[in-house]
T-cell receptor
Framework: DQQVKQNSPSLSVQEGRISILNCDYT??????FLWYKKYPAEGPTFLIS?????DKNEDGRFTVFLNKSAKHLSLHIVPSQPGDSAVYFC????????????FGKGTMLLVSP | DSGVTQTPKHLITATGQRVTLRCSPR?????VYWYQQSLDQGLQFLIQ???????AKGNILERFSAQQFPDLHSELNLSSLELGDSALYFC????????????FGPGTRLTVT
């Protein structure tokens, strides 16, 4: 049973436009969410996170939105750049005890010039 | 560069064999996590160690084991290897016992033939 779902395996966007990556979760105990970016032949790199007490967190071109009632979060990249082309993983943690991260399967983003 | 190192980068071995993957966490990080990424799969959490002690177990097979040494490096031992064990194995570290941001190494690609 997948507790974190990224239903779009891939997304193509033109340079300068907005990229929106979506993530849904089923476990209501999750209260901390993270996005990771992964280039080929490299490990995932932490990008941005959000606590469940917030509904938005912004860091430069990256903004994460959280809708707790819908159990949905999204990552917005504005403006998108070709260097943003990578696989993006959504992850969630319940912060209970020695909590661990549950990852989605990832969305491959391709930003074309 | 995340500061997490993993060796070897690539490993090719035969079914039934045993291998050891090594991970050195970022300086000062006490928590080490192991993940498996198979084809078309997200990152599957295997096991977590904190300061030498096992803290959490995920989808780790009984044929797999891990340990964290006093110098905080960790090893993941995979035995009686099967073709299905072919995957990318990532190590991550964090300074805390709970999830939060984890910093990933470049991974070890294991191919079982």
């Amino acid at each position: 049973d997948q507790q974190v779902k990224q239903n779009s395996p891939s997304l193509s966007v033109q340079e300068g436009r907005i990229s929106i990556l979506n993530c849904d979760y089923t476990n209501s105990m999750f209260d901390y969410f993270l996005w990771y970016k992964k280039y080929p032949a490299e490990g995932p790199t932490f990008l941005i996170s959000i606590s469940s007490i917030k509904d938005k967190n912004e860091d430069g071109r990256f903004t994460v939105f959280l809708n707790k009632s819908a159990k949905h979060l999204s990552l917005h990249i504005v403006p998108s750049q070709p260097g943003d082309s990578a696989v993006y993983f959504c992850a969630a943690s319940d912060q209970s005890g020695y909590s661990t991260l549950t990852f989605g399967k990832g969305t491959m983003l391709l930003v074309s010039p | 560069d995340s500061g997490v190192t993993q060796t070897p980068k690539h490993l090719i071995t035969a079914t039934g064999q045993r291998v050891t993957l090594r991970c050195s966490p970022r300086s000062g990080d006490l928590s080490v996590y192991w993940y498996q990424q198979s084809l078309d799969q997200g990152l599957q959490f295997l096991i977590q160690y904190y300061n030498g002690e096992e803290r959490a177990k995920g989808n780790i097979l009984e044929r797999f084991s891990a340990q964290q040494f006093p110098d905080l490096h960790s090893e993941l031992n995979l035995s009686s290897l099967e073709l299905g064990d072919s995957a990318l194995y990532f190590c991550a570290s964090s300074p805390l016992t709970s999830g939060y941001e984890q910093y990933f190494g470049p991974g070890t690609r294991l191919t079982v033939t």
